[in-house]
């Protein structure tokens, strides 16, 4: 039981993280915040420098983006505290599905476009919540208690 604690507390966190990282995105895409992160996947698509108009565009892209973010966020922070917590089958899948095809489509395209530093944040992403999650698979998979 103490585990199972641990990793939900764990997935807790990370989509508090996820959501903190989506805010951040949204409002500070174009700040130093951001500049290592966007000196890393501007190339990628303008390897002669930014053309003009380009800032405004990324603003508005990575602040759509961001917001995705804060929604996966939020969804996975009401997984996590009102199914997951009671070991609800449904909300592991729910989360293990999701996140996979996230993943797998994402890392991707992120990869095909040669964005390797989102390829990279995607991983980190990934593992962060693939450790709890495999961690729980046999408590929130497991048959509920006969009579019970």
Same mark, same amino acid.
């Given at each position: 039981?103490?585990n199972?604690v641990?990793w939900?507390?764990?997935?807790?966190?990370a989509?508090?993280v996820?959501i903190?990282?989506?805010?951040?995105?949204?409002?500070?895409?174009q700040t130093?915040?951001?500049s290592?992160m966007?000196?890393?996947?501007d190339?990628a698509?303008?390897?002669e420098?930014?053309p003009?108009?380009?800032?405004?565009?990324?603003?508005?892209v990575?602040?759509?983006?961001g917001a995705t973010?804060?929604?996966? $966020? /939020?969804? !996975?922070a009401a #997984?996590?505290r009102?199914?997951?917590?009671?070991?609800e %089958?449904?909300?592991?899948? *729910?989360?293990?599905?999701?996140i996979g095809?996230?993943y797998a489509?994402d890392?991707?395209i992120?990869?095909?476009? $040669? /964005?390797? !530093?989102?390829? #990279?944040?995607?991983t980190?992403?990934?593992v962060?919540? %693939?450790?709890p999650l495999? *961690?729980t698979?046999?408590?929130?998979?497991?048959?509920p208690?006969?009579g019970?």
């Open positions: 039981m103490r199972f641990f939900c507390r764990w997935l807790w966190i989509s508090l996820l903190a990282f989506g805010i951040a995105m949204a409002l500070l895409n130093i915040v951001f290592t966007n000196r890393s996947i190339p698509f303008w390897p420098g930014i003009e108009g380009v800032p405004g565009y990324q603003g508005w990575y602040g759509a983006w973010v804060i929604g996966w $966020g /939020v969804m !996975v #997984l996590v009102f199914a997951f917590s009671r070991r %089958a449904w909300a592991w899948w *729910a989360m293990v599905a999701g095809a996230w489509v890392t991707a992120s990869a095909l476009h $040669g /964005v390797w !530093v989102n390829v #990279l944040l995607n980190v992403l990934m962060m919540f %693939a450790i495999t *961690a698979r046999r408590a929130c998979l497991a048959p208690p006969k019970g």
